[in-house]
């Protein structure tokens, strides 16, 4: 028997909620670990520490930013401890978001199916609790974030709750609109 899923209109906050969490994740990875990858891996350290083993080993002219490196890598072993600390502290922040947004989408949609404003209103927590730990990560380290990730996990704690009633009432074949 073929079944429509039919979803409220209200679900629209849903979507809403997801697709700025994923911008937000892009700008996170731009305005914190970019901001400083700029200040730390600039043109004259670049050159100045591998511009002539860049040319002999791979050709050309080395450039700003220190690409491949991630925060462990050739480059980062020249930086001071203080840049190196900087670097890896906003890389951390928005690493754990990439690791986590997966999860936090899915949990966010699912559980919008049955309670589309709550779930999103969950989406908007973590949108906000996402710039107090990249804010908090960047700036004091680990310890700087647990206002953030206090936050977070709030909100996907409550949205796994909701995946889980949302699944229940599926599995005994509520009805969307009841």
């Known amino acids: 028997m073929p079944v429509i899923l039919a979803v409220a209109n209200e679900f629209g906050y849903v979507l809403l909620s997801v697709a700025l969490l994923a911008f ?4 996170i990875g731009f305005f914190f670990p970019g901001r400083v990858r700029s200040q730390v891996f600039t043109e004259e350290f ?3 520490k591998f511009g002539r083993v860049h040319t002999e080993e791979v050709g050309g002219e080395i450039g700003k ?5 991630m925060g462990s890598g050739k480059y980062s072993q020249e930086l001071t401890y203080s840049d190196w600390y900087r670097f890896n502290n906003a890389q951390r922040a928005h690493y754990n978001f990439v ?4 999860t936090a989408i899915t949990l966010i949609v ?4 049955y309670y589309p404003i709550v779930s ?3 989406g908007l927590a973590m949108i906000i609790g996402r710039i107090i730990y990249s804010i908090g990560y960047t700036a004091k380290g680990a310890p700087g974030r ?3 990730v206090a936050l977070i996990d709030i909100a996907l704690v409550a949205t796994l709750v909701l995946s889980i009633m949302t699944c229940v009432k599926m599995i005994l074949g509520h ?3 009841q």
């Open 146 to 148: 647990l206002v953030g």
């Open 46 to 48: 670049m050159k100045s």
């Open 175 to 177: 009805s969307i609109t």
């Open 99 to 102: 690791e986590g947004i997966s």
């Open 120 to 122: 999103a209103s969950f």
């Open 65 to 69: 930013g220190g690409y491949p490196d």
């Open 24 to 27: 937000e994740c892009i700008l």
């Open 110 to 113: 699912v559980g919008g199916i």
